[in-house]
């Protein structure tokens, strides 16, 4: 017989073979959460802005570059759900792209507010765009993804999730306060590379620390489907369909609110850099303090259910968003906005983790990372979507970006972006979650299934 290995303190910090998971794992874990959304919200909210308005490229020239981005999104993201699912090493499948792939994403978000060309060169300038938004892309998915996938891994219980979702969340607001209501103030007063220099630099702290709460669950370690059968059953398991559409659609409208708030607040309300920023903190101060009803429902009512309230309560508080004229009015629907927004940001995570406790029940595999990943595809087709519908929008509506004041047609425009077609996308995203299978008894049967206890864990 051989004696014990002595396990490494790396070991143990990768793997947690028993006990509870304490406080400081979850909220270090969840820590991880400002280091997902503060760079995706600031690429999200400021980028085209960033090239369409300051930089002066072309909207038309933006949407054809969001259109090669969401082509390369379409082959990504579920190659490297995939893979990862696939990976064997001695810090777990996950961690490794977490610890590895941080600082050259850090690195990668800082040259975006960089760029070497000037609408002196608009050739120059779009093909650097156009690489560099490749390369962050491939790198945030390559990371995030692995970070979000532990999350059904270590918290199987719909009540963890929800405690745990909520915590994400939080630092997910914050990320999104500082990506998105402070970047004017930021950029503003020590400009564009600062600002890239110092949202990446929290970004990497933020992942790091996530992995002293990390751990993967070596039960759950199997061999994953080959990629054809992996691909067969997530797209045709009608959970995941029902649930990515509505994900899709959620996430589109989101991303096209925040990407033209700052053309809306500028052109349409007249405001300021400061001004801009308090429209944006009204919405996400609200939108955090909302988190915690939002999680005492969930549990109460079903995920399901609070899915498909968040999203009537989002589509009604954007109605004002095409009559609004004033700061003050303004920061008071903003406002409105944020309460649904909260119950929006907790319950989609909620909703993908109870997908992939059913798919475990019928393939026996946990397969987290193609799951992710394929939810990141129809993320990142929301984002390229919602690029394709600004360029049309601003293009077609004779936006101008040499213009200090746009023409009635391009303030028209900048309101249907704000009210109009989000609604729309919200009206689909509820027939799709109407048809959501999982609740009630069918609910119950995979929550009891996957309480059953794995060898080696509580």
């Known amino acids: 017989a051989h004696a014990p290995r002595r396990t490494t303190s790396h070991e143990n910090w990768v793997i947690f073979k028993g006990g509870n998971m304490t406080t400081f794992k979850k909220v270090a874990y969840s820590l991880g959460s400002l280091g997902a959304s503060l760079p995706a919200q600031v690429f999200s909210t400021w980028a085209i802005f960033f090239y369409v308005d300051r930089l002066k490229l072309p909207a038309a020239w933006m949407a054809l570059a969001w259109l090669f981005y969401g082509i390369w999104n379409a082959l990504n993201d579920p190659l490297f759900g995939y893979f990862s699912d696939r990976t064997k090493s001695r810090w777990g499948r996950r961690i490794p792209y977490i610890l590895f792939g941080t600082i050259p994403l850090a690195l990668v978000f800082y040259l975006i507010w960089i760029p070497p060309f000037t609408a002196a060169n608009l050739l120059y300038l779009f093909l650097y765009m156009v690489l560099i938004i490749f390369l962050y892309d491939s790198l945030y998915t390559l990371v995030i993804l692995n970070w979000t996938a532990l999350y059904p891994e270590m918290f199987p219980t719909l009540k963890d999730r929800a405690s745990v979702s909520a915590l994400r969340q939080v630092f997910g607001l914050v990320g999104i306060i500082g990506g998105v209501a402070l970047a004017p103030l930021v950029y503003g007063s020590l400009g564009w590379p600062a600002m890239g220099l110092i949202f990446g630099t929290i970004t990497a702290f933020s992942l790091f620390i996530s992995l002293l709460g990390s751990k993967e669950r070596p039960g759950y370690i199997g061999e994953p489907l080959n990629i054809l059968p992996a691909l067969k059953f997530t797209l045709l398991n009608r959970s995941f369909l029902t649930y990515v559409l509505y994900s899709l659609l959620v996430q589109f409208t989101f991303v096209l609110i925040m990407a033209s708030i700052p053309f809306y607040a500028k052109y349409v309300l007249g405001l300021g850099e400061m001004e801009t920023s308090l429209l944006f903190l009204s919405c996400f101060l609200v939108a955090l303090i909302s988190l915690y009803p939002w999680s005492k429902v ?90 394709l519908t600004m360029g049309l929008v601003l293009t077609r509506s004779g936006y101008d970006a040499h213009l200090l004041i746009q023409p009635a047609s391009a303030l028209l425009g900048l309101r249907l972006l704000m009210s109009a077609i989000p609604i729309a996308a919200l009206a689909l995203a509820l027939v799709f979650i109407f048809y959501y299978p999982l609740s009630g008894e069918r609910l119950k049967a995979v929550e009891a299934e996957m309480s059953v206890p794995i060898k080696g864990m509580p």
Do not use: C, H, W
């Not at 995570?349 to 129809?378: P, W």
């Open 298 to 387: 969930t549990v109460r009512l079903g995920a399901r259910q609070v899915a498909m309230a968040a999203a009537i309560l989002f589509g009604l508080s954007l109605i004002p968003t095409a009559f609004v004229s004033t700061f003050l009015s303004g920061v008071v629907f903003f406002a409105f906005i944020g309460i649904g927004l909260g119950g929006l940001i907790l319950i989609l995570d909620v909703l993908l983790a109870q997908v992939i406790d059913e798919d475990k029940i019928k393939t026996g595999v946990r397969r987290e990372g193609v799951y992710f990943g394929a939810n990141a595809l129809f993320i990142r087709l929301g984002i390229s979507l919602q690029g």
